[in-house]
């Protein structure tokens, strides 16, 4: 419930504040722009009728006043009177110091145990209360798994199917992660993979993995999982120099592992918001080309930073290990959490994996329908 109001600045903006002591200030043209009204907003969707460009530049709140503890506006010069829900209202508020809303991560190290972020194939499949769980380990940790599922080719897509949709690339709907004799990527070789980011040649990059485990009786092949997010933080902390090397200037990443593919992508190692906060991590030794836009004055502290990271992401204080069985999956935000493998012997016991990307606005639009309803 509101409990005062206070036009400033001749109106162009008012301070509000709640019974429970909270206070913020709004300014005239961002109330009006974003009123509640059928004229403004379609009752139907939601969506904007008008552009800026109805709205009168020099738009000032004439009056205000509260009623039911609702906020009652009066627009000049246009004389349109607007209601703004109180709940609404702090539910928007902008007026503070500090991040913005992006913060919803929390980061993990090698303490992270995998069980505390796993499903049951067959009860998150069933959607309600145990995919919406599911979900949200998802959007908090970049990473959560399933065990339990069938141990049948395909079986990873009804994971996608569950929150949105696969993202089909040059690898397919879905690819093949084991031993080949001729392999088109490291990836399908017995070799240990350092943790990474998938195809950061892509742009956009695919913003979710899936990797599905049907068999797994090979020695070693424990995959590993890395926060990134917090790994870029620890850099930051020691060393905001080589931090902002990577941030501030775009790698390079290039996958042309088939004749018929010629993938290219540049973009930063780190991408932060302009507020500073993380909002995605490329990480891959595999798919790094040649770096050409870092000036000449700074490559040497540009590779100083990125080795440092690649250290950071190697300590075993980082990392998550398990190991999968036939029939359990795990998903990773790829703009986020790193993944990778130990070693495995080609010989003796099999090792067969598939996998799939899948974006992560479906998934976190299943989420907040899942959480609303
Ligand atoms: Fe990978």
């Given at each position: 419930?509101?409990?005062?109001?206070?036009?400033?600045?001749?109106?162009?903006?008012?301070?509000?504040?709640?019974r429970?002591?909270?206070?913020?200030?709004?300014?005239?043209?961002w109330?009006?722009?974003?009123?509640?009204?059928?004229?403004?907003?379609?009752?139907?969707?939601?969506?904007?009728?008008?552009?800026?460009?109805?709205?009168?530049?020099?738009?000032?709140?004439?009056?205000?006043?509260?009623?039911?503890?609702?906020?009652?506006?009066?627009?000049?010069?246009?004389?349109?009177?607007?209601s703004?829900?109180?709940?609404?209202?702090?539910g928007?508020?902008?007026?503070?110091?500090?991040?913005?809303?992006?913060?919803?991560?929390?980061?993990?190290?090698?303490?992270l145990?995998?069980?505390?972020?796993?499903?049951?194939?067959?009860?998150?499949?069933?959607?309600?209360?145990?995919?919406?769980?599911?979900?949200?380990?998802v959007?908090?940790?970049?990473?959560?798994?399933?065990?339990?599922?069938?141990?049948?080719?395909?079986?990873?897509?009804?994971?996608?199917?569950?929150?949105?949709?696969?993202?089909?690339t040059?690898?397919?709907?879905?690819?093949?992660?084991?031993?080949?004799?001729?392999?088109s990527?490291?990836a399908?070789?017995?070799?240990?993979?350092?943790?990474?980011?998938?195809?950061?040649?892509?742009?956009?990059?695919?913003?979710?993995?899936?990797l599905?485990c049907?068999?797994?009786?090979?020695?070693g092949g424990?995959?590993?999982?890395?926060?990134?997010?917090?790994?870029?933080?620890r850099?930051r902390?020691?060393?905001p120099?080589?931090?902002?090397?990577?941030?501030?200037?775009?790698?390079?990443?290039?996958?042309?592992?088939s004749?018929?593919v010629s993938?290219?992508?540049?973009?930063?190692?780190?991408?932060?918001?302009?507020?500073?906060?993380l909002?995605?991590?490329?990480?891959?030794?595999?798919?790094t080309?040649?770096i050409?836009?870092v000036p000449?004055?700074h490559?040497?502290?540009?590779?100083?930073?990125?080795?440092?990271?690649?250290?950071?992401?190697?300590?075993?204080?980082m990392?998550?290990?398990?190991?999968?069985?036939?029939?359990?999956?795990?998903?990773?935000?790829n703009?986020?959490?790193?993944?990778?493998?130990?070693?495995?012997?080609?010989?003796?016991?099999?090792?067969?994996?598939?996998?799939?990307?899948?974006?992560?606005?479906?998934?976190?639009?299943?989420?907040?329908?899942?959480?609303a309803?």
């Amino acid at each position: 419930m509101l409990a005062s109001a206070e036009l400033l600045e001749d109106g162009q903006a008012i301070r509000l504040a709640w019974r429970d002591g909270a206070e913020a200030r709004f300014h005239a043209i961002w109330l009006r722009d974003n009123a509640l009204d059928p004229e403004t907003r379609s009752p139907a969707n939601g969506q904007r009728l008008i552009t800026l460009g109805d709205i009168p530049p020099e738009t000032r709140i004439a009056k205000a006043r509260l009623d039911d503890g609702a906020l009652q506006v009066t627009f000049a010069p246009e004389g349109k009177a607007v209601s703004y829900p109180a709940d609404w209202l702090a539910g928007h508020v902008y007026d503070r110091a500090g991040p913005g809303r992006l913060a919803e991560a929390e980061l993990w190290d090698c303490s992270l145990d995998p069980e505390t972020a796993t499903g049951d194939f067959a009860e998150v499949m069933a959607g309600g209360a145990a995919l919406r769980d599911w979900l949200a380990h998802v959007r908090r940790l970049g990473f959560a798994k399933l065990t339990g599922g069938p141990t049948e080719s395909g079986a990873l897509l009804r994971v996608v199917e569950a929150f949105g949709y696969v993202r089909e690339t040059n690898y397919g709907r879905w690819f093949e992660v084991r031993t080949e004799v001729n392999p088109s990527n490291l990836a399908y070789t017995g070799l240990g993979l350092q943790a990474h980011t998938d195809n950061p040649y892509r742009d956009p990059v695919p913003t979710l993995q899936v990797l599905y485990c049907l068999e797994n009786s090979a020695e070693g092949g424990e995959s590993q999982v890395v926060d990134g997010f917090n790994a870029a933080e620890r850099l930051r902390a020691e060393d905001p120099a080589g931090f902002d090397m990577l941030a501030g200037h775009c790698a390079q990443f290039d996958y042309c592992g088939s004749g018929d593919v010629s993938l290219q992508a540049r973009r930063p190692m780190i991408e932060t918001a302009p507020d500073g906060q993380l909002t995605a991590v490329r990480f891959n030794n595999r798919s790094t080309a040649p770096i050409t836009d870092v000036p000449y004055e700074h490559m040497s502290a540009y590779y100083a930073a990125y080795r440092r990271l690649g250290q950071i992401v190697d300590d075993p204080a980082m990392a998550a290990t398990f190991k999968l069985e036939p029939g359990e999956s795990f998903i990773v935000d790829n703009t986020r959490v790193l993944h990778g493998r130990t070693g495995y012997a080609a010989s003796g016991g099999s090792r067969w994996l598939q996998g799939c990307y899948a974006d992560k606005d479906g998934l976190l639009s299943t989420l907040r329908v899942l959480e609303a309803a």
